[in-house]
């Protein structure tokens, strides 16, 4: 009896042991399994195993980085492929007095052609005492400005000088950048254009399509006028002959002041009387009926 309790006894201790190996080899080849896939990389979509054959996938694949699409730009890239040129707008002021106004002027002139510029504007004019004077704008090359202005020195004495710049690159990028943004929004939209078929749609596309292109032409006209300040320097000339220098003892301007003081005098009386004369003509009409009609018609009731 103990030799067959015996026996049952080891061939249940042999189970146990059959199905502790198998749970080993079991957890192994799993092991081994998921190391293989690792190695093999990330699933798809179409390898996944489902749950039960429902359709829902066993585990969710990490998504790969999306590239960026072909020809679209982010807003980093547009400023990056943009003109970083510089743009200063480079502008001076100078007052001279000069001995003889025109050949000053020729000379100026001459000098601007030189360094490739133009003069934009001109406006002289003679004085009271015979002398002349003048303003001369001029538009020149920035690389040639402060060699001009050095030039523009030599012609006579300088009274007063004054040079500033204006920094426009941040807003040459920007509207760079805006305009390149219209332009393709310009080209979509005629994409959209052509396959169009309701009519509705098509006076809503040409709608922005027409609000578009006016950004276009404002953005556009704005470039190329930063553009032209930029490559242009300005610079304003004044040019004078000195004025004679004489001594006065006053009686000229004594008998001036004089006249004026008696127009003054003879403006503010005419103005008295506009203000007086409706009073005077009041009183006049009181001063008649007490003197005239009161007496007259006292006698009339007393008779």
Not at 102 to 125: M, N, P
Not at 235 to 259: C, K, M
Not at 264 to 278: D, F, H, K, N, T
């Amino acid at each position: 009896m103990s030799f067959v309790g015996e026996v049952i006894k080891m061939e249940k201790y042999t189970k146990i042991a059959a199905v502790v190996v198998l749970c080993m080899l079991a957890a192994s080849a799993g092991f081994f399994a998921s190391s293989l896939s690792e190695l093999k990389g990330p699933a798809e979509y179409s390898d996944v195993d489902t749950w039960g054959g429902k359709g829902f996938p066993a585990a969710i694949p990490t998504p790969a980085v999306m590239p960026t699409p072909v020809g679209r730009e982010t807003p980093e890239s547009q400023y990056t492929n943009a003109n970083t040129e510089r743009k200063i707008i480079q502008s001076a002021s100078l007052s001279i007095e000069v001995e003889d106004f025109q050949a000053s002027s020729d000379a100026l002139i001459g000098i601007v052609e030189r360094s490739g510029g133009f003069v934009s504007d001109s406006y002289s004019y003679v004085t009271d005492t015979g002398h002349k004077r003048g303003d001369i704008t001029l538009r020149v090359p920035t690389d040639e400005f402060l060699q001009v202005i050095a030039e523009i020195e030599q012609i006579g004495a300088v009274k007063s000088k004054h040079i500033s710049g204006e920094d426009v690159t941040e807003e040459y990028i920007d509207l760079t950048a805006r305009l390149n943004n219209s332009e393709r929004q310009e080209k979509r939209l005629l994409e959209i254009l052509d396959i169009a078929e309701d009519v509705e749609d098509v006076l809503d596309v040409e709608r922005e399509l027409e609000r578009v292109r006016n950004d276009i032409e404002r953005l556009t006209g704005r470039i190329n006028y930063l553009e032209n300040r930029a490559e242009l320097a300005t610079i304003s000339v004044a040019l004078y002959e000195p004025e004679p220098i004489t001594h006065s003892w006053g009686i000229r301007d004594a008998f001036r002041d004089a006249f004026e003081a008696f127009v003054s005098v003879i403006r503010g009386l005419i103005i008295l009387v506009g203000y007086a004369l409706p009073l005077l003509i009041l009183v006049g009409l009181g001063w008649l009926l007490k003197s005239k009609l009161m007496p007259k018609l006292r006698r009339e009731k007393q008779s």
